[in-house]
């Protein structure tokens, strides 16, 4: 189950390998199995968009920024859904930007519209001099005009939606984000067959079992894209005739 904690893990993982529980005789070897429960939660939370660790975060448009920081909780990466407030309604972005979009409103000469109809992910100017942060940044496309409200009606936020990162998991109170069950048949797997022990098999079809199983519970017909959730044919016309304006209705 989901939200035990490191300690609890560490005891599991113990009894799956076989060690004493006894914590003096186990001193030893704590770091590292707290590394391979962590790096196995890693590993998981990649493998598979866990709906449980779906968020949405919001962000203010600011007229004439281009690059937005990301939310520090959610990676660019496993961003699926992007969509700004506009008219009171969320409308979906359009992901990737480039040369077409620059034709019609280039933020390079400070050409500006309202709304803003596509997101992209950019590299943080910060991580070129020397200082990465591994974060990145988001890039809006056209350059606002306009700034959004911070709070209230939320006109004129940018709303990401995605898989956000692990939290904190290294103090024995800390808790999993993913099953423990699951955790820990896949670590002691990984040191039972690293320690060449007859059991490392099984513990290894009892974790894909597991994992089928888990994920099969979460996967549902609806699917996700980067232009969000709806039908081609509800998606906003690309407009990239210069200099006609262009506009989102209500």
């Known amino acids: 189950?989901?939200?035990?904690?490191?300690?609890?893990?560490?005891?599991?993982?113990?009894?799956?390998c076989g060690y004493s529980q006894n914590a003096a005789h186990g001193i030893n070897n704590r770091d590292s199995l707290v590394q391979v429960l962590k790096r196995t939660q890693r590993r998981l939370w990649g493998d598979w968009d866990w709906m449980h660790m779906r968020v949405s975060r919001d962000m203010?448009?600011?007229?004439?920024?281009?690059?937005y920081n990301c939310p520090t909780d959610l990676p660019y990466e496993r961003v699926d859904v992007a969509e700004v407030k506009f008219g009171g309604q969320w409308l979906p972005l359009c992901f990737g930007i480039n040369e077409r979009q620059y034709s019609v409103y280039d933020p390079r000469n400070n050409e500006r519209s309202w709304p803003i109809r596509?997101?992209?992910?950019?590299?943080?100017?910060?991580?070129?001099?020397?200082?990465p942060d591994n974060r990145g940044m988001i890039e809006v496309w056209p350059l606002p005009?306009?700034?959004?409200?911070?709070?209230?009606?939320l006109e004129g936020n940018i709303r990401l939606t995605g898989i956000r990162f692990l939290r904190q998991f290294t103090a024995d109170s800390d808790r999993c984000d993913l099953d423990g069950d699951l955790i820990v048949l896949y670590a002691a797997a990984e040191i039972l067959a690293r320690d060449r022990k007859d059991d490392a098999q099984?513990?290894?079809?009892?974790?894909?079992?597991?994992?089928?199983?888990?994920?099969?519970?979460?996967?549902?017909?609806?699917t996700f894209n980067l232009n969000?959730?709806?039908?081609?044919?509800?998606?906003?016309?690309?407009?990239?005739?210069?200099?006609?304006?262009?506009s989102v209705g209500p």
């Open 1 to 16: 189950m989901r939200g035990q904690t490191l300690g609890e893990l560490l005891s599991d993982l113990k009894a799956e």
């Open 60 to 67: 203010v448009l600011n007229a004439g920024q281009r690059y």
């Open 118 to 131: 596509h997101w992209d992910i950019a590299e943080d100017p910060a991580d070129t001099a020397g200082t």
């Open 145 to 153: 005009s306009d700034s959004g409200i911070v709070g209230g009606t």
């Open 202 to 222: 099984a513990k290894a079809q009892a974790a894909q079992s597991l994992y089928l199983k888990l994920r099969g519970n979460q996967e549902k017909n609806r």
């Open 228 to 246: 969000g959730d709806q039908k081609d044919s509800d998606r906003p016309v690309e407009v990239f005739a210069h200099p006609v304006p262009f």
